[in-house]
């Protein structure tokens, strides 16, 4: 084959090989994958971005926008108190009752003042209540036993009325029999000269006179006994029946002493043992 016929063989396969490789160029392409979310950067909308360098990013493509007219919630500061923990809300109540202390109840402001007893009621057995006595005194005595602080009222078929009592406080103790010789109810009072000077040495001073009513330490009734400055009366001090607290007077709670009053009559025998 001479020179020409070897040019023109090879011009002819390059003539028919040129046309085929450039309709490769011309060939269909997988489609270009594009992030729905048009926000974010052409680089991962190519999708070219490492796996790490995406995981990233992706708090930033999950934000989630507001739309227009909806309201944003504000947290309340009654809500921030729920979130705080439990022991920052006790002490936060502690401090608040250390600021602002609670009222103590009128009952309990009484019974905490220096010159009151803390005992405010007095022992049930103390209180009024039909009892068996076997006694060789008449019906209508009244016999008092300073030592077991009981007042009994005699009656009918062995039976007799008890009440508790206070009595006079050691070195004041008395014993003997009387009558009954008046009655008054709400009685004023008028401690003796003695009492006034004793109680003075103590600090305590008495008024020459008081008249009748709740605040006077006679009570609402009072029963006088012969001669002497003795007396069955009422207490403004309910608590203190049971004990050995007066100058040697018998006292009562006014609803006893009350209802005393009405059984018994002027002349009435009293036993003091």
């Known amino acids: 084959m001479s020179k020409t016929s070897l040019f023109l063989a090879m011009l002819t396969s390059l003539s028919i090989a040129l046309p085929v490789q450039a309709s490769d160029r011309y060939r269909s392409r997988p489609p270009v994958m594009v992030s729905p979310d048009l926000q974010a950067s052409w680089v991962l909308q190519l999708g070219g971005v490492p796996a790490q360098t995406?995981?990233?990013?992706?708090?930033?493509?999950?934000?989630?926008?507001?739309?227009?007219?909806?309201?944003?919630v504000v947290v309340q500061p009654q809500q921030v108190l729920r979130q705080q923990?439990?022991?920052?809300?006790?002490?936060?109540?502690?401090?608040?009752?250390?600021?602002?202390?609670?009222?103590?109840?009128?009952?309990?402001?009484?019974?905490?003042?220096?010159?009151?007893?803390?005992?405010?009621?007095?022992?049930?057995?103390?209180?009024?209540?039909?009892?068996?006595?076997?006694?060789?005194?008449?019906?209508?005595?009244?016999?008092?036993?300073?030592?077991?602080?009981?007042?009994?009222?005699?009656?009918?078929?062995?039976?007799?009325?008890r009440y508790g009592v206070g009595v006079g406080k050691?070195?004041?103790?008395?014993?003997?029999?009387?009558?009954?010789?008046?009655?008054?109810?709400?009685?004023?009072?008028?401690?003796?000269?003695?009492?006034?000077?004793?109680?003075?040495?103590?600090?305590?001073?008495?008024?020459?006179?008081?008249?009748g009513g709740p605040e006077n330490p006679l009570g609402a009734r009072a029963l006088y006994l012969g001669s002497t400055l003795y007396r069955i009366h009422g207490t403004n001090a309910p608590w203190s029946i049971g004990n050995g607290v007066s100058s040697g007077c018998i006292r009562m709670r006014n609803e006893d002493v009350t209802d005393l009053y009405e059984r018994v009559k002027v002349g009435t025998k009293v036993i003091v043992i």
């Open 54 to 72: 995406r995981s990233s990013v992706t708090p930033q493509r999950q934000r989630q926008v507001v739309p227009a007219g909806r309201q944003r």
């Open 85 to 161: 923990p439990v022991q920052q809300q006790r002490r936060l109540v502690q401090q608040r009752r250390v600021l602002f202390p609670l009222q103590q109840p009128a009952e309990q402001q009484v019974a905490m003042r220096p010159d009151k007893p803390v005992r405010t009621q007095i022992e049930p057995r103390f209180l009024p209540q039909m009892v068996e006595y076997q006694t060789k005194h008449k019906p209508g005595t009244i016999v008092i036993d300073t030592r077991e602080r009981f007042l009994y009222l005699v009656m009918a078929d062995g039976m007799a009325k």
């Open 170 to 211: 050691p070195g004041f103790e008395w014993a003997g029999t009387h009558k009954v010789t008046s009655k008054r109810e709400w009685p004023d009072w008028r401690p003796p000269q003695e009492m006034i000077a004793r109680e003075a040495a103590k600090g305590h001073f008495l008024p020459a006179h008081m008249p």
